[in-house]
């Protein structure tokens, strides 16, 4: 797995018994700021960035969302500036085949989407930097995938991990955790107020909470 | 299952019961019987809501079986939504039950003489009807409490709420699940009004003293289970997805694909949409003491549904469904899963189609009735309708009434009847089936992708408008089959990845019955089913303009991906050219 370099922002840091993945379940669908080198594939950047092996890619990725299309050649598509790109296991009803990579059932997508079957151009203005991606991993890509990725600790933007802090602290509470915000202990409710820079980097460590 | 029962509830006098052969309707289950009684017994310019109209119960072809997922139950009549014909169908206990008492069907029949509310009891040692003036404008769950108190805890029931007794056009038929509670709805097209129509409020289902239908073959039929099962479990949406997400799993993808019907259908994409996953509501689910993965009747494997408690840990409601979540969530721009489950039990009470409220709740939202994101103020139009105050009323009957009585233009609904969680601009040919379905717009009516393996794939190039009709055609007729016996349709996702799964599906059938049914005799049945059906709306006054989604999408540009509904007129009208 990629490792991020830790940077200007602030860095919460989490510990739970067992490194208890639970409460962050459903944290990647929110987004994971990745930044992917400049030019690569979607193959690419879920193998060599993420870590994933050619067999996972084949069996256990079903639909690959680019912007919110979907992608039928990885390898042809490339990652321009601020992509977003999801990623989710096989999915049920008309929507999951139609959208299900290189699946039969494609003529039920919108018709603009056809267009995309082309490979992507990489953006010219991409060439020389790391454009950083938002990966989102959604059911049980989420739960394969997320983990090693905040053990090692990952990327969001500040809106995006209060949106899912916020909504998991109503819905469930905090649990039996304990949070570090730049090193200092803080309460769970006061996580989000504390946090100045508009990217955290949140780390999800295994410990007595 | 060689029996029906009918139930007449007048006119003139006090309901009366027989049983007769199943005759000439010999060989149909689920939803093929319940269509092809309505065709056949039911005037197709009638009103939904006289004495003519009848309402069928029926379980699928193996209901009361040993067989896998094969325990849905199918509720049929003239829609008082819609005006054509319905076929909706539950999961839940019910079915099953009735399968071991040997009923093909229960037809409800005739109109009661006074507004007295009755309820009826079907056991091994025949039917009871009495009135039940107690159960008069009480909640499902009250009602059922109320039988469970009378008749114990092992019988199942049919009931209907507040919705159903005022008759409204969204109104539901509850079936109780496995822990008797009336979580589960044969929900769309009004059928709990036509119930509330005949006078019934519930039926007691007790089929104690009943054993499990056997098969003809029982070897055979027992391998070809096993090997059903198999084939459910291997595969990554049936075994895995469904399971620990629900249908809820869909939530952030549609989403992302810029699909998801927001604020009343304006835009693709709801900022709130993880909040609300399958992802989410798992955890939550989990971390409540609830249960994530949970079945809705006994003989279901992949088991998508589950258990939502509140925040105290009790239980509320069942785990919301993905168009349950969509239609109170994103459609009315809530992000509350509380809020939500809140709604969906109020629902569930009431007897209201989640999908036809949220949807109404949104069209009101757009008229200015509360606003967009308002979760107080949804909870309490919702309220409106169990109370049955005019407004309530009003909204009961579906989107399309209260656009009316609002003046609102945006109205999703294709003959009446709302549209389910996927815009039809983003997923054409979900757009196709919606309008061409005979059942109004219906994402189950081309659920079961599985055309290909039944042989009725063409050789249509599928990137063309020609090939998404007639891809939504074969969904169209292969979800009928399914449809008909009585298994649950996300056996779909399995069959249609795995020949022998589907192999297995159609060796159930044979084994059971005797039969040598092929792939093609299977599209040959979900067709027939079809064209009973459409020729019954034809009878009923429906023309080729029914078959249309409403004119704004092909106006409005759908963000982000600005897309609108390109199918041509033309190529809807040959969608069942071949019927
Ligand atoms: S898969 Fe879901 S809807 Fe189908 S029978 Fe099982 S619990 Fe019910």
Request: net charge negative; hydrophobic share 35%; with cysteine.
């Amino acid at each position: 797995m990629g490792t991020t370099d830790i940077g200007s922002e602030d860095r919460i840091e989490m510990t739970a018994p067992g490194g208890a993945h639970g409460i962050f379940s459903g944290i990647s669908g929110f987004g994971f700021l990745i930044d992917a080198p400049p030019g690569a594939s979607i193959r690419e950047m879920l193998k060599d960035i993420i870590g994933l092996d050619d067999d996972y890619i084949r069996d256990s990725i079903g639909t690959i969302l680019y912007n919110g299309k979907p992608v039928d050649d990885m390898d042809a598509w490339k990652i321009g500036k601020n992509a977003s790109i999801a990623v989710s296991a096989a999915l049920p009803g008309v929507f999951g085949a139609a959208f299900r990579k290189q699946g039969k059932y494609a003529g039920l997508r919108p018709v603009c989407d056809q267009d995309n079957s082309s490979p992507g151009e990489a953006d010219p203005a991409c060439e020389n930097e790391k454009p950083s991606v938002v990966l989102k991993l959604f059911n049980q890509s989420d739960r394969d995938i997320a983990p090693g990725l905040l053990a090692n600790g990952v990327r969001m933007t500040a809106k995006s991990f209060c949106a899912f802090w916020e909504n998991r602290l109503r819905l469930t509470g905090p649990a039996n955790i304990r949070i570090g915000l730049n090193g200092r202990p803080v309460a769970p409710e006061a996580l989000c107020r504390g946090i100045e820079t508009s990217s955290v980097l949140v780390r999800l460590r295994s410990g007595d909470a | 299952m060689d029996k029906i029962l009918r139930i007449n509830m007048g006119p003139g006098g006090e309901p009366t019961s027989r049983t007769e052969a199943v005759g000439d309707y010999a060989g149909l289950g689920g939803r093929g019987m319940t269509s092809a009684i309505v065709a056949k017994e039911v005037p197709p310019t009638c009103h939904p809501l006289g004495e003519d109209n009848k309402l069928v119960i029926a379980p699928g072809l193996l209901g009361g079986t040993t067989g896998a997922m094969s325990g849905r139950g199918s509720v049929g009549c003239k829609s008082p939504l819609t005006g054509g014909i319905k076929e909706a169908n539950s999961g839940g206990q019910p079915a099953q039950m009735l399968g071991r008492l040997g009923y093909a069907a229960l037809v409800l029949e005739g109109k009661p003489k006074d507004d007295t509310l009755y309820m009826i009891r079907i056991s091994s040692d025949g039917v009871e009807i009495k009135a039940a003036p107690a159960l008069k404008m009480k909640g499902n769950y009250d009602t059922v409490e109320n039988l469970k108190n009378e008749y114990g805890d092992k019988v199942s029931c049919i009931s209907i709420g507040q919705a159903g007794e005022m008759k409204l056009a969204s109104a539901t038929v509850a079936f109780t699940d496995m822990e008797q509670r009336p979580a589960r709805h044969a929900a769309r097209g009004g059928v709990g009004a036509v119930m509330g129509a005949k006078g019934v409020k519930a039926i007691v289902i007790d089929d104690t003293g009943a054993s499990m239908r056997s098969p003809k073959d029982p070897e055979k039929f027992k391998a070809a289970n096993r090997a059903f099962v198999d084939g459910l479990k291997k595969h990554p949406v049936t075994g895995q997805g469904l399971p620990a997400y629900g249908t809820n799993v869909l939530t952030n993808v549609v989403n992302e694909a810029g699909a998801y019907p927001t604020y009343n259908f304006k835009t693709g994409r709801f900022d709130g949409a993880s909040a609300i996953s399958g992802e989410t509501q798992a955890e939550t689910i989990t971390a409540r003491g609830g249960k994530a993965t949970h079945g809705c009747h006994r003989g279901c494997v992949i088991r998508c549904s589950g258990i939502w408690h509140d925040k105290d840990g009790h239980y509320l409601t069942k785990q919301p469904e993905y168009e349950t979540v969509w239609s109170h969530g994103g459609n009315c721009g809530i992000s509350d899963l509380d809020t939500i489950a809140m709604l969906d039990r109020l629902d569930d009470d009431y007897g209201v189609d989640t999908i036809e409220m949220g949807a109404t709740i949104g069209v009101a939202m757009e008229a200015g009735l509360v606003e967009f994101g308002d979760a107080e103020g949804a909870i309490n139009l919702v309220k409106e309708v169990g109370k049955g105050t005019p407004l309530g009323r009003i909204l009961g009957s579906g989107a399309a009434v209260t656009g009316k009585a609002f003046g609102v233009e945006r109205v999703p609904v294709v003959k009446n009847q709302s549209m389910p969680a996927y815009d039809p601009r983003a997923v054409q040919g979900m757009g196709v089936t919606y309008a061409t379905s005979t059942m109004g717009a219906d994402h189950t009516a081309g659920y079961a992708v599985t055309a290909n393996l039944l042989g009725v794939g063409g050789n249509v190039d599928p990137l063309t408008p020609e090939g998404q009709v007639e891809l939504s055609r074969n969904l169209q007729y292969a979800t009928a089959a399914i449809d008909a016996t009585g298994m649950c349709l996300f056996v779909a996702f399995a069959v249609l990845d795995q020949p022998e799964t589907f192999q297995a599906m159609i060796d159930m059938i044979n084994s059971f019955h005797g039969l040598e049914l092929t792939g093609d005799d299977v599209t040959a049945l979900g067709k027939k089913i079809t064209k009973m059906e459409r020729d019954f709306n034809t009878a009923a006054g429906f023309n080729k303009t029914d078959d249309r989604l409403p004119d704004y999408f092909r106006k409005e540009a759908l963000a982000p991906h600005n897309v609108t509904f390109t199918v041509s007129d033309d190529d809807l009208d040959t969608v069942f050219s071949d019927l």
